[in-house]
């Protein structure tokens, strides 16, 4: 069993960990301050180390600085009784892995102790794979041969059996609900629910009750009580696809969800505990979206435990002709036509095509050439690619109109935009392919209220 290092100046407090993680089977080393809890990182190989964040001497979050010098990659699991965001962000900025706020049970300090064991060992085994020659992984429904895919379904293979949190990260039609499906399908919540949910296809005003669920008389028209899908999901995966537009008031409860496991249905007290593993995903750099603070660091921090990132299929080309291959299978045998292969010139221009809208514009593409083809083959004919039409020679060769900064621009294109959409904020988002946060975020920046109701 991994060995750990409790860092914790009070007697009994460090008594009652000492006993209940060695009950567990953990080997345990105890200190009472910081500088102790050095001395003995630097002679005892140490898996975890769990810290209190007020400690006589040199602070918890020095303590946590000084251990990350020794090894960056040791987990630290920081005890704090000043359960705030600023003290969370600040440290899981400085290293931390995790945190639990005073006064806790000892199992969930134990979950969180098996989490991040669990985590460490799957970044371990995953370096390691990645020096292996020749491992191949294959998942139903997903064509990967290229090194890119491999290396990703390398780290699904890693982190299914595990209850982590994965946030997969990559452009739209990339295939992050494939991946997924596929970390619930060879986990050991397989027998469990897996439920999808698209986090900009369900209205603003009705994502909460359909995240968390609403008692009868919640709001008008709540005749009876509904689960929301995170009940439904207890016991299995819930998918949260564009995660990166969920209001901030849903990220306040998305995030003790995380923490706690627990939540109330919309206009109830019952407080509800479940037990769910979270996968995310977004199309939208993150951090940028920190820095315009439209998503909450801490929520961040906690969805980031283990980022699998999916390539463009312009940066995995060697995927294209088995992927071709697949979904003319498919589409062949669903609309019961003879087309069964594709000629060299065809795949030639399908290879050479830089995809913009991913796997999923290769499939509709396939689907389009296999429902007009009349023979048995595709060729270049029957390969109608989405090309936009090229800009002008005067468009190709300006920057930014005269005098005219890139703020004073961007100010223009939104008004613009506000103005060809009826003052609609949400059409408005859609055409200058920004979320609503983001567009909220700019509203405000040039001086148009952000918050007035979609006329």
């Not at 809208?357 to 389009?368: A, D, H, P, S, T």
Request: one cysteine or more; proline letters at 5%.
């Amino acid at each position: 069993m991994p060995t750990l290092l409790i860092v914790e100046d009070e007697p009994k407090m460090l008594r009652v960990l000492d006993l209940h993680l060695s009950e567990e089977g953990f080997t345990v080393l105890t200190a009472r301050d910081a500088e102790s809890g050095l001395k003995i990182l630097h002679r005892e190989k140490i898996d975890l180390v769990v810290s209190d964040f007020k400690l006589p001497g040199m602070s918890g979050l020095d303590f946590l600085q000084a251990v990350k010098k020794v090894d960056s990659a040791l987990p630290v699991v920081i005890m704090t009784a000043y359960g705030n965001v600023e003290t969370a962000v600040e440290v899981m900025k400085a290293g931390g892995s995790d945190y639990v706020l005073k006064p806790f049970p000892l199992a969930e300090l134990s979950l969180v102790i098996h989490k991040e064991l669990d985590a460490r060992r799957l970044r371990e085994e995953n370096r390691s794979l990645r020096e292996a020659v020749g491992q191949r992984y294959s998942y139903r429904n997903i064509v990967s041969r290229s090194p890119q895919m491999q290396e990703v379904l390398a780290l699904v293979e890693r982190v299914a059996p595990t209850n982590s949190t994965v946030l997969l990260g990559g452009e739209s039609g990339v295939g992050k609900d494939l991946i997924a499906r596929a970390i619930h399908e060879n986990s050991r919540r397989a027998s469990g629910p897996f439920i999808k949910i698209n986090c900009t296809a369900i209205p603003e005003n009705l994502l909460e009750s359909e995240l968390f669920g609403y008692e009868k008389g919640a709001f008008t028209g709540a005749t009876t009580s509904k689960p929301g899908k995170f009940e439904l999901a207890d016991g299995g995966t819930i998918f949260l696809d564009e995660i990166g537009d969920v209001p901030g008031a849903i990220q306040v409860k998305l995030l003790r969800v995380l923490q706690e496991r627990e939540f109330e249905r919309l206009g109830g007290t019952k407080t509800l505990k479940v037990d769910v593993r979270l996968i995310a995903a977004t199309n939208r750099n993150l951090r940028a979206a920190l820095e315009e603070g439209t998503f909450r660091e801490d929520l961040y921090y906690r969805l980031n435990v283990v980022p699998i990132d999916l390539p463009p299929l312009r940066e995995h080309r060697d995927d294209i002709p088995s992927l071709v291959e697949h979904f003319l299978a498919r589409f062949a045998h669903a609309s019961g036509k003879e087309v069964c292969r594709i000629s060299p010139a065809a795949l030639q221009k399908l290879t050479s095509f830089h995809w913009p809208g991913n796997v999923r514009e290769l499939e509709n593409i396939v689907e389009r050439a296999v429902t007009l083809c009349d023979g048995a083959m595709l060729d270049v004919a029957d390969i109608h690619l989405d090309v936009p039409p090229s800009l002008s020679p005067v468009q190709s060769h300006s920057f930014l109109p005269d005098g005219t900064t890139l703020e004073q621009w961007e100010d223009h294109m939104i008004r613009e935009a506000l103005l060809r959409a009826g003052g609609n904020k949400s059409q408005a988002a859609r055409l200058l392919g920004l979320s609503r946060n983001a567009l909220r975020y700019r509203l405000s920046k040039i001086g148009i209220a952000a918050d007035e109701p979609d006329e």
